[in-house]
């Protein structure tokens, strides 16, 4: 493989779009390079093929590249975030029954309210585990990931330990939907498109958006070995260059028809163009029938200077894996987290450009709990207040 070639594997996901356009729409080719899109379906298939060379690039989830920086839940492998693909996109969908149930315990509450369904939903399980039913399950698509700390944060706002009192299941993007119809799950976390689909098959109700949650929150980027990028600064700049010409092409809502039919092809994401339109517009048909729910800040592809990495925002996934146990609170494993989103190579691939990139005022925003300040990571974790199991 020469070094202008890269294979890169991607997940079919709205936040692969970058990627998919820069090497659909050519601005990769101008720039020199050539990508191989491999799409794949797992994250443990993705984060396998990089760390053993046979993916150069991937499109991975943020936590996960930290996860596997650090070696926690898997072998080590350090990893390098030159780029953010995606912020938010992700939605809490569940079935019609557990939509019912929600609204009945709220007892008249505002379920769009995440502060209301947290509360109904402790009702709904305490419920459930007096009569002896068996827990709530709900779907995410890995352990290392914001569909996981989404779902977790929102239950432990309702007094819900997720580790005791529901069930959490690892399932690939693609065949979730299928999970809820086949009743193997009541619920689940995942990106666009995917929530839209269980919709659109009248077998869910998408009860928040990721951004009700999290205001916005860094959700898939692309992920580099650290080795590999060593001796490659100038291939890693030009690729960075394309994702950011690719990124601000999909921003401009003139070339959104576009966009939509390069994401729609059955090799790329693969399902109905006007479920990829909604989602860029940030306008979802939430339940069957007519009934929609708008937010702009939906997905952030590059828009509010999502694509450029900030090691706050890497410390506060770190808090994460803290928080629900699956990382040691350290001093080193904090800065070696921060050290692996680089927004020097992405202002260093920019240049100028970099400049109107800058962050949005707004960081992670989470519902509820304690606001989040990445050097003092501590007194955040401190201040949280744990789930209570419920009585």
């Known amino acids: 493989m020469s070094s202008d070639s890269l294979r890169i594997g991607f997940i079919p996901l709205a936040d692969a779009a970058a990627l998919i356009v820069a090497a659909d729409k050519g601005f990769a080719v101008k720039l020199g390079l050539s990508l191989d899109l491999v799409r794949e379906v797992s994250w443990s298939n993705v984060r396998d093929k990089l760390n053993i060379g046979l993916f150069d690039a991937a499109h991975l989830l943020a936590p996960l590249a930290i996860a596997s920086t650090l070696g926690i839940g898997h072998l080590k492998m350090p990893l390098l975030v030159p780029f953010v693909l995606g912020a938010n996109g992700n939605a809490i969908t569940v079935s019609p029954a557990l939509h019912s149930a929600l609204i009945l315990a709220a007892d008249g509450g505002d379920v769009t309210d995440p502060n209301v369904s947290a509360r109904a939903l402790a009702r709904v399980v305490?419920?459930?585990r007096k009569r002896g039913a068996d827990p709530l399950t709900f779907g995410m698509t890995f352990p290392f990931s914001c569909h996981n700390y989404l779902l977790r944060f929102w239950m432990a706002a309702g007094g819900i330990d997720p580790d005791e009192e529901v069930r959490l299941v690892v399932l690939p993007p693609p065949y979730i939907a299928d999970s809820l119809s086949s009743r193997q799950v009541d619920g689940f976390c995942v990106g666009a498109p995917w929530n839209s689909v269980a919709v659109e098959l009248g077998i869910g109700h998408i009860l928040h958006f990721g951004s009700d949650i999290f205001a916005r929150a860094p959700e898939k980027v692309l992920a580099v070995r650290a080795a590999w990028s060593a001796n490659r600064d100038d291939v890693l700049n030009r690729l960075v260059s394309a994702l950011h010409q690719a990124a601000a092409f999909i921003d401009n809502p003139d070339n959104l028809a576009e966009v939509?039919?390069?994401?729609?092809?059955?090799?790329?994401?693969?399902?109905?163009?006007?479920?990829i339109e909604r989602t860029f517009r940030g306008s979802l048909r939430i339940a069957p029938g007519n009934s929609f729910r708008s937010d702009p800040n939906y997905i952030l592809i590059g828009r509010q200077g999502a694509a450029r990495p900030d090691p706050s925002d890497a410390a506060w996934l770190y808090a994460q894996m803290v928080r629900w146990n699956q990382a040691p609170l350290s001093a080193d494993l904090l800065f070696a987290a921060k050290a692996c989103f680089r927004p020097d190579l992405y202002d260093g691939a920019l240049g100028a450009a970099a400049k109107s990139s800058a962050a949005s005022a707004e960081h992670i925003g989470a519902f509820t709990g304690?606001?989040?300040d990445g050097d003092d990571v501590v007194g955040y974790l401190a201040a949280l207040k744990m789930p209570v199991k419920n009585q």
């Open 126 to 128: 305490g419920e459930r």
């Open 370 to 372: 304690p606001w989040f």
């Open 260 to 275: 939509v039919a390069l994401l729609a092809a059955p090799h790329r994401i693969g399902v109905a163009p006007e479920i």
